[in-house]
């Protein structure tokens, strides 16, 4: 195996990646009574684990993005050495219930890994994440060697024309993005399309190059995630995106689900109470094409448990 | 006694010594919890007898069983515990593989009395007047450290990492690559250096190290002199031959005179089943000991005393000189703002950095121990008096806000342990903001990285021109762990970086932090 295998791979599943569009349409429309077909799900009041199962079950299940022995690879956000609690890592539970649909669709690994701010092993202890996903049957992967990632060229990008990536992003059939939504003392806000910033090594070079840039970049990279689960349901108001304590968190019990990441940040904006035009790297995603920021014109379904 | 049973006893607690011992320099999966870490290295002599005197506590009295040990049979801890030692059995065992003739290269050697005194007294006077310089180069078990965190430890993950390359192919990933970080050419050579000549002298004369350098073996060497139980040759039994002599790796037998130097042999038992009689015993000493009286000491030569006064005097007034001439640290190659730390960072719970220089015998294992590596041994940046002694690298890692291990494991007391609540509280240094370099000034972007990674927040963003938010540190939260300078991005010079604090302070407790309100989780949704 080398560069050009996991690029052939990356181009392959990056071809069929309209695919599950027409999935989602053909489960959504036959599977269950829900005639419609929504872009976006909002969760609200529940527990992680039955936010995702009522969310999912709206687009058709998982069984819409997951077919029977695929790779799926789960990218949550696990930066930081605390416990959940602190809002600065996705939720276990939720990765943990991910993890099981993903099986019961039939996939034959779940992969799930992060490239850490803190020292990844106790971030992954910390954040409950590690012992969630072996629980659940989960392959936890490191994302902290330079090895696992290979060069990509990302099309249409302004300033992040390359960006090394790891191989599970590149070489798992499905990919599933589940960050936290939280605040943010670079970018005010991360959520989905900053989360992709623990999927390549160099973050540094975003900070240099205009990271608002960069971020809009990077969403427009061909291998995009098929689904997005923004994790609300402790949400870091201030301090991000690390946090001092719990009095920074809100316990707000949400949940996003879309495939489109910039209508997730969108929506999740609103939901943290800023607009998300305030918001650069949104504004400039959807304006170079990566995906749509005005709600008004998504099918939106809103449960509230 | 039977000898040769004592002899397999002897290499079966040795190699289990050893092997344990070198686990924990090599650990790179930190797989050993902290408790039993601590056991492992319970009776290492010069570690314990810091530690005692920092914190006097039982946790600390290994070194006392050692002496008591000493007492009892001799050398115990030079022939089963000590790791240098044992290292330089394995050298000697794997010489005689390259030796046509199998048996005997050895003969009785003649005690260097004086450089033995010397080598023992100096450290000592080092150490009294703060500096543990000496004990780093001399004491066995640091030098073992050094060795086994340097050039072992290496080793150890580059054959990991071939693992994990090799798994990888295969999409498992259950062992993972592990990068060693910050590995700086001037600690690898000196160690190097030193597991060189310890290697020469073992490959062709045994335990010289361990009966002319090592100030540990002429301490227990001394007192074993007067242990119950030593190795003794019987005079009736004894037939002059010289078998055991040779097989002595610490020339310590004279057949000639039939008489054993005691304050030399470290017990290996590798003369009596060398014996074609029973000319030389494991055996209680003490009957004679009562029946032999009157038999003084020598008078004390004056003129090796003053030689030991004059050579310790001189030694230290080098020494002082090389504090005097302390290398600023280069944080980032010359550019626009060229940026100097003053004071190298010292790790939380050393409370100074003249206590932690005074205490560190560098022997590394802190080193390992670390999760971020932030921790590496030092060249000049404490000086030359803490030559080697870890110090705080911002530019390779940051310490662990969440993390107390250096503490947990430091054997001296050199790094003391805290309760994790103290420790985030610990300032060791503070961060200094240098606007000149930073992204948000020169580049007119946002960035942050510095105050995403702070814990404390002590580094926060505050109005800057153009909607734009810039880096500002406020000093009583900052505990000067480094992350905001490890994390800043700006090439070739970072624009944040911590200047050690010579004496840790304490820092304030983040209070501003206002409690959010409670949200109803039924309201619709904003959108």
């Not at chain 2, 090796?304 to 600023?328: D, E, G, P």
């Amino acid at each position: 195996m080398n560069r050009r295998n996991f690029l052939k791979a990356g181009l392959l599943t990056g071809a069929s990646l309209s695919l599950p569009g027409v999935y989602g349409n053909y489960f959504a429309k036959s599977s269950s009574t829900l005639a419609e077909n929504f872009d976006m799900v909002a969760v609200k009041n529940g527990e992680p684990e039955v936010m995702f199962d009522r969310g999912i079950e709206q687009l058709g299940g998982i069984k819409t993005f997951v077919k029977k022995n695929q790779k799926v690879l789960i990218k949550p956000n696990i930066g930081w050495d605390v416990i959940p609690e602190r809002g600065g890592n996705t939720h276990p539970k939720l990765v943990k219930r991910i993890v099981e649909h993903c099986y019961q669709a039939g996939a034959k690994d779940v992969y799930v890994f992060d490239h850490t701010c803190d020292d990844w092993r106790r971030s992954y202890a910390s954040s409950g994440i590690e012992k969630a996903v072996k629980e659940a049957g989960g392959k936890i992967v490191s994302g902290d060697s330079e090895g696992y990632y290979q060069s990509v060229t990302i099309n249409g990008a302004k300033v992040l024309s390359k960006a090394k990536v790891h191989e599970l992003v590149l070489d798992s059939d499905v990919f599933i993005n589940v960050p936290i939504l939280k605040s943010h003392s670079s970018t005010r806000l991360t959520v989905t399309m900053k989360n992709m910033m623990g999927a390549v090594w160099d973050r540094g070079y975003w900070h240099q190059n205009n990271l608002h840039q960069c971020i809009a970049d990077y969403a427009l990279f061909k291998k995009k995630p098929n689904l997005n689960v923004v994790d609300a349901y402790y949400v870091l108001k201030q301090n991000g995106p690390r946090g001092v304590s719990k009095n920074d968190v809100a316990v707000m019990k949400s949940m996003i689900i879309t495939t489109d990441m910039v209508a997730a940040d969108s929506a999740a904006a609103k939901l943290f109470g800023v607009e998300p035009d305030s918001i650069s790297y949104i504004k400039i995603a959807d304006s170079m094409g990566a995906g749509k920021k005005d709600l008004s014109a998504l099918n939106i379904k809103r449960l509230i448990l | 006694m039977n000898g040769s049973l004592l002899r397999k006893i002897r290499i079966i607690v040795s190699l289990l010594f050893l092997s344990a011992t070198t686990l924990l320099f090599v650990d790179i999966y930190s797989s050993v919890p902290v408790s039993v870490s601590n056991k492992i290295l319970f009776l290492q002599f010069v570690p314990s007898v810091l530690k005692f005197i920092t914190a006097i506590s039982l946790t600390a009295a290994g070194f006392i069983i050692i002496l008591v040990l000493t007492i009892l049979f001799g050398r115990i801890y030079c022939s089963t515990i000590c790791p240098l030692g044992i290292l330089q059995d394995i050298v000697n065992w794997i010489s005689n593989k390259f030796r046509r003739k199998k048996r005997g290269k050895f003969n009785f050697l003649r005690e260097q009395k004086v450089l033995r005194m010397v080598l023992f007294i100096i450290p000592i006077l080092f150490f009294v007047f703060g500096s543990a310089l000496l004990l780093n180069f001399l004491d066995p078990y640091s030098i073992y450290g050094k060795i086994a965190v340097n050039l072992f430890r290496p080793v150890v993950a580059g054959s990991n990492n071939l693992a994990a390359f090799i798994f990888e192919k295969f999409k498992i990933y259950a062992v993972y690559p592990f990068a060693l970080k910050g590995y700086s050419l001037i600690p690898f050579l000196i160690t190097a250096i030193f597991f060189l000549i310890v290697i020469v002298m073992s490959w062709i004369k045994g335990r010289l190290y361990c009966n002319t350098i090592c100030p540990v073996g002429t301490l227990l060497g001394y007192i074993s002199k007067i242990s119950l139980v030593k190795i003794r040759i019987n005079e009736e039994e004894c037939l002059s031959c010289g078998i055991c002599a040779k097989e002595c790796k610490s020339s310590c037998i004279d057949t000639d005179n039939k008489t054993v130097d005691t304050s030399r042999c470290v017990v290996c038992f590798d003369c009596i089943p060398s014996c074609p009689t029973e000319g030389i015993t494991f055996s209680n000493s003490w009957d004679d000991l009562f029946k032999v009286n009157g038999k003084k000491d020598e008078e004390p030569d004056r003129s090796k005393r003053n030689f030991l006064t004059s050579a310790s005097v001189y030694i230290l007034s080098l020494s002082s000189l090389a504090a005097q001439v302390q290398k600023k640290i280069v944080v980032t190659k010359p550019s626009t703002k060229p940026v100097f730390r003053n004071v190298a960072v010292s790790p939380p719970g050393s409370f100074s950095v003249e206590r932690f220089n005074a205490k560190c015998t560098a022997c590394h294992l802190c080193v390992n121990a670390c999760p971020t590596q932030v921790l590496q041994p030092s060249f000049l940046e404490y000086g030359f008096l803490g030559m080697l002694q870890p110090r705080m690298d911002n530019i390779t890692g940051f310490c662990n806000f969440e993390c107390k291990a250096c503490g947990d494991v430091c054997p001296t007391g050199a790094i003391l342990p805290s309760e994790l609540e103290k420790k985030k509280l610990i300032q060791i240094g503070k961060a200094k903001f240098v606007k000149e370099n930073c992204i948000v000034n020169t580049q007119k972007t946002d960035c942050g990285a510095c105050s995403e990674h702070c814990p404390t927040k002590a580094v926060h963003m505050i109005p800057f021109e153009n909607n734009l938010v810039i880096p500002e540190v406020r000093d009583d939260y900052c505990i000067g762990c480094g992350a905001c300078e490890y994390a800043c991005p700006t090439k070739p010079y970072k624009a944040i970086y911590v200047e050690g604090n010579k004496v840790h302070l304490t820092a304030k407790k983040n209070l501003e932090l206002k409690k959010q309100e409670e949200v109803n989780t039924k309201e619709d949704f904003p959108f």
